[in-house]
């Protein structure tokens, strides 16, 4: 069974640390990998990583997708309080279809 | 360009009863999901329509839930009668077609006391 798993749980973490989220996955035909970050209810989008795009930036995040260990990770340098939410992690399936993470909940100490 | 509209925000039930859920796309996306949340989760896809066709409802428990997308655009979806375990968010997405970057709604608390 398709699975994607990733860890910590959830992380606390002071302003201004870095930090590393990691999320890995066994999905039998494997599309893209996708990072989504949700504060409340809504997830928004964030990055979408495919074997052409291995590696996304934004402002102080970024993701690297590492095809052979069937990984990836989100950093976050100089976090912020408004970095704190739920970050999610989902592989599309050759048949579009996105098989979910269950988060990992990053709260920011001011 | 507006978001993903969805209605009410919060809803308070008592297992057995009904309730209903409305969700607005964004213009013009062609691709409509459903999805439940459940505390601690990741979302769970329910039903997925292209324009007003299902693409996929293999999670869908038909038995007691049921959604429609009749002109393509809004899509509601209905739990009749609600159990307790269906305590969650309910969140709706839309892309333009399938495969491309779904967006989320504001989604709708469920509660079933």
């Known amino acids: 069974e398709d699975k994607v798993v990733q860890s910590p749980l959830s992380l606390v973490v002071h302003e201004g640390d870095t930090v590393t989220l990691n999320c890995s996955y066994e999905?039998?035909?494997?599309?893209?990998l996708l990072w989504y970050k949700q504060e409340k209810k809504a997830p928004t989008f964030l990055f979408m990583l495919t074997s052409s795009g291995i590696e996304k930036k934004s402002g102080r995040l970024s993701s690297i997708l590492d095809k052979k260990e069937l990984s990836s990770i989100l950093n976050i340098t100089a976090t912020q309080t408004g970095d704190s939410a739920i970050y999610l992690c989902?592989?599309?399936?050759?048949?579009?279809?996105?098989?979910w993470g269950a988060g990992t909940k990053l709260i920011i100490k001011p | 360009e507006a978001g993903v509209a969805q209605s009410p925000r919060y809803k308070i039930i008592e297992k057995r009863q009904s309730v209903a859920f409305w969700c607005n796309p964004i213009s013009g996306h062609a691709t409509l999901y459903w999805y439940q949340q459940i505390l601690g989760q990741g979302p769970k896809l329910l039903i997925q329509?292209?324009?007003?066709?299902?693409?996929?409802d293999s999670q869908l428990p038909k038995d007691r839930f049921s959604a429609e997308r009749l002109k393509g655009v809004d899509s509601t979806l209905k739990i009749q009668p609600a159990k307790l375990e269906d305590s969650a968010v309910y969140l709706c997405?839309?892309?333009?077609?399938?495969?491309?970057?779904?967006?989320f709604g504001p989604g709708t608390r469920l509660l079933v006391l």
């Open positions: 999905v039998t035909n494997f599309r893209s």
């Open positions: 997405a839309s892309s333009l077609t399938v495969g491309e970057t779904q967006y």
């Open positions: 329509f292209q324009n007003n066709g299902v693409v996929d």
């Open positions: 989902a592989v599309m399936d050759s048949n579009y279809q996105l098989i």
